[in-house]
Nanobody, 120 residues
Framework: QVQVVESGGDLVQPGGSLRLSCAASGTIFVIYHMDWYRQAPGKQRELVAGITSGGSTSYVDSVKGRFTVSRDNAKNTMYLQMNSVKPEGAAVYYC??????????????WGNGTLVTVSS
């Protein structure tokens, strides 16, 4: 049993900054990969950023240069530093963690999201 919980969502002004956190807990042997997704009202959920167990990162083009994904393996936590936030960035941000719960079992686990509102 793995729980994934996002936090840090808040109201932020256009151009402002916010840091989101994603903490995984429970039966964890190793977390292979973690991703941030977001879903705006009326829009399809999209992959925003990802980070491997080794720290390699990837980003959707629209956030490159503005967002930074990182992780603290000791805390089973991933972060998303959001700078120069745009109104289009308003969404529920979700965390997905690829977790091995034993030597032979692994799967994807999702959090319930944290809401980021962008408004002046």
């Amino acid at each position: 049993q793995v729980q994934v919980v996002e936090s840090g969502g808040d109201l932020v002004q256009p151009g402002g900054s916010l840091r989101l956190s994603c903490a995984a807990s429970g039966t964890i042997f190793v977390i292979y990969h973690m991703d941030w997704y977001r879903q705006a009202p009326g829009k399809q959920r999209e992959l925003v950023a990802g980070i491997t167990s080794g720290g390699s990162t990837s980003y959707v083009d629209s956030v490159k240069g503005r967002f930074t994904v990182s992780r603290d393996n000791a805390k089973n936590t991933m972060y998303l530093q959001m700078n120069s936030v745009k109104p289009e960035g308003a969404a529920v941000y979700y965390c997905k963690a690829a977790v091995a719960t034993s030597a032979t079992s692994a799967g994807d686990y999702w959090g319930n999201g944290t809401l980021v509102t962008v408004s002046s």
